[in-house]
């Protein structure tokens, strides 16, 4: 090992509820598997009432293009979601990670703060999740925290909004520390 290797950013420490696997599960099955799914079922009946002779070549054809990949997304996503999905409150940033196939580490400092905002799709609010999103001045878009349990989104939210004020009045431009979630997790992200 080099005296002068590069440091690693560590992933975040919090991860995100348990319940987000199956939160993702069945946006998966809505939104990508399902229809696929569907989409071949229909094509393999449609065959074997109107052209039967086609169900040799058709059938692994199906199973390759649509059921594979289908089930292939419905097995992994939410999988991999759950493993890469994480977050950090800092006394003086926010820090995120998420992505599956592309995986993004954000970390915004609480002094850019401008909004904070909580979303509860109906999907979510059957597993008792939420959805954080922390807008900032910056140019590359929000911190988004998915998959949080509610009670935690709204303590998170009550934390960032205090701390980015307090960043904003601190006199040296640095936040106050803060309690409760972030307090497990302090300074490690900034």
């Known amino acids: 090992m ?6 690693r950013l560590r992933p975040p420490r919090h991860r995100v509820d348990p319940l987000a696997r199956r939160w993702w599960a069945v ?8 229809p696929m799914l569907l989409t071949a079922l229909a094509l ?7 052209f039967p ?6 059938a692994p054809l199906l199973l390759v293009t649509l059921v594979a990949p289908a089930l292939g997304y419905l097995l992994l996503m939410p999988r991999r ?18 992505g599956w196939i592309w995986q993004r580490r954000r970390i915004a400092p ?21 959805t954080l999103t922390v807008t900032t001045a910056s140019t590359a878009g929000a911190v988004e925290i998915a998959g949080l349990a509610e009670a935690d989104a709204e303590e998170l939210s009550r ?15 640095l936040a106050a520390p803060v309690g409760g979630i972030g307090e497990a997790a302090p300074g490690g992200a900034a």
């Open 27 to 34: 946006q998966a099955l809505l939104t990508v598997s399902g």
């Open 2 to 7: 080099s005296l002068h290797s590069t440091p």
């Open 81 to 98: 979601r759950c493993a890469t999905h994480a977050w950090e409150l800092g006394t003086h940033a926010v820090y995120a990670a998420g």
């Open 53 to 58: 002779g086609a169900l040799p070549w058709l």
């Open 159 to 173: 934390l960032i909004g205090r701390a980015a004020s307090d960043a904003r009045t601190a006199p040296t431009g």
């Open 110 to 130: 609480l002094s850019q703060v401008q909004t904070v905002d909580t979303l509860r799709g109906p999907i979510q609010r059957r597993y008792g999740l939420a």
């Open 44 to 50: 393999g009946l449609l065959s074997a009432l109107f």
